[in-house]
């Protein structure tokens, strides 16, 4: 697991017991993994990984709530946090047009 953050990260439902094997001791790590379903597929990273993230739906005890958003990926500068782009038609009564709007949002 790679520690890099001021506190050691573990996960909270997972419990890093030894396992005894014999006259020999173990440690055996022990990852949470879950399925989320909403038919969103486990990642094989989140499986197998090494990662600890308290925000993620697929390791850890978050439920996934309200509505599901779709975008385009703009920025990924910060820590565990990204900006998405929302494009969408607004509709003009004046003119009985649409006019092409986005909106930016940290997901």
């Given amino acids: 697991m790679d520690q890099n953050e001021k506190a050691f990260q573990k996960q ?6 030894a396992k005894v094997i014999g006259k020999q001791r173990k440690q055996k790590l022990v990852r949470y993994v879950k399925n989320i379903g909403l038919g969103f597929a ?3 990273e989140a499986k197998e990984g090494g990662y600890v ?3 993620c739906p697929f390791t850890s005890n978050v439920n996934i709530r309200g509505a599901i958003l779709k975008g385009m990926v703009v920025s ?3 820590k565990r946090t990204i900006i998405i ?3 969408y038609l607004h ?6 047009r649409f006019e092409k709007r986005h909106s930016n949002m940290a997901v």
Avoid: Q
């Fill in 76 to 78: 990924t500068k910060m």
């Fill in 91 to 96: 509709y003009i009564k004046k003119f009985n």
């Fill in 53 to 55: 993230d308290k925000k």
């Fill in 12 to 17: 909270a439902a997972a419990t890093a017991s």
């Fill in 42 to 44: 486990t990642p094989k």
């Fill in 85 to 87: 782009r929302r494009n």
